[in-house]
């Protein structure tokens, strides 16, 4: 069992930057690939980020290829997800998911974490 709490999240101008961090319990976090995914309101959950139990590979959704960044410390059981260059579009409420990464489109999470609002405004 793997359990995951995303912190970070908060009320930042457009332009602007945030850092997420996600926490995991367990010893087997470095066997896990990490995602990051986000919810906005009346919208169904989407792909932002991933990356690999080694964090030797990392893939992004179009819409935030450039701006956001996905990273991982092993050895403090966290993933992080760094986000710069802030769009009002980027408000929703992210979640960390823990399980396999192969590629875009390609991933599956077997936990995940309750999320943390991000909000942008203009």
């Known amino acids: 069992q793997v359990q995951l709490v995303e912190s970070g999240g908060g009320l930042v101008q457009a332009g602007g930057s945030l850092r997420l961090s996600c926490a995991a319990s367990?010893?087997?976090?470095?066997?896990?690939?990490m995602g990051w995914f986000r919810q906005a309101p009346g919208k169904e959950r989407e792909f932002v980020a991933a990356i690999t139990w080694s964090g030797g590979m990392t893939y992004y959704a179009d819409s935030v290829k450039g701006r956001f960044t996905i990273s991982r410390d092993n050895a403090k059981n966290t993933a992080y997800l760094q986000m710069n260059s802030l769009k009002v579009d980027d408000t929703a409420v992210y979640y960390c998911g823990a399980g396999w990464v192969g590629g875009i489109g390609d991933y599956g999470m077997n936990y995940w974490g309750k999320g943390t609002l991000v909000t942008v405004s203009s």
């Open positions: 367990g010893r087997t976090f470095s066997s896990y690939g």
